[in-house]
């Protein structure tokens, strides 16, 4: 199941201390570590998407802090057969949670980010990206499939990501190397995922988040 919170503007200072409790000491040291409250709040929110939807998936309302293992993906070291994944931008935050491995991201669509258009796209997508009247959008989708492939499989972005090539798939749900990719377009943003079968999304907003974890 994919979880996603992209209303997060109003967001302010006094709604991180109230959902502080609900956040474990790791999280709280990291939030600290970070002088902006831009990245205070995304930290802070990352981590409650993904313990809310833990609290739906599993029943539990305690959750385990999880560890990184070597390329950046998260894990629980006492729960091996739940499988999750995070991404944040600017634009919100999104968590998949799933009994086989899964790869989540959500990228803001912004045009600043075509500078590495020929070292991150593979020669027919930046053909297909040139040609469309919104490029920008298209090259968005591009780098976020791309993005949550390589965090399912565990491996990290490397160089051989303008190998990649997803300019033959238009549809929002598709099969690639065995794996199904998804598209969910937002307004400033798009959210892809990659697992073994079709995950459904669910959107979630802050006050719901607070009920999830309070139990009310």
Known sequence: MLYA???IKNFAEDDLVAFSPFLSLQRKQKIDRYKFFA???ISALAYLLLKSAYVIETGKRIMEDF???KY?????????????NISHAREGV???ISKEDIGVDITGIDKRNLDCIKSAMHPNE????????NGVTLFTRFWSLKESYVKCQGTGISSKIN???FSPFDEDSFRYEL??????????????????SVEPIKKLNIKQIHNILSGT
């Open 179 to 196: 794996q199904v990719m998804q598209v969910f377009n937002d307004t400033n943003s798009v959210i892809t995922s990659c697992s073994a």
């Open 163 to 165: 190998k990649m090539d």
């Open 126 to 133: 930046i053909r297909k990206i040139e040609q469309d009247a």
């Open 67 to 69: 560890e990184i293992g």
């Open 94 to 96: 999104v968590c998949g």
């Open 72 to 84: 950046g993906k998260p894990y629980f070291k006492n729960e091996p057969f739940i499988q999750f």
């Open 5 to 7: 919170l992209t209303d």
């Open 39 to 41: 990245d205070k709040k």
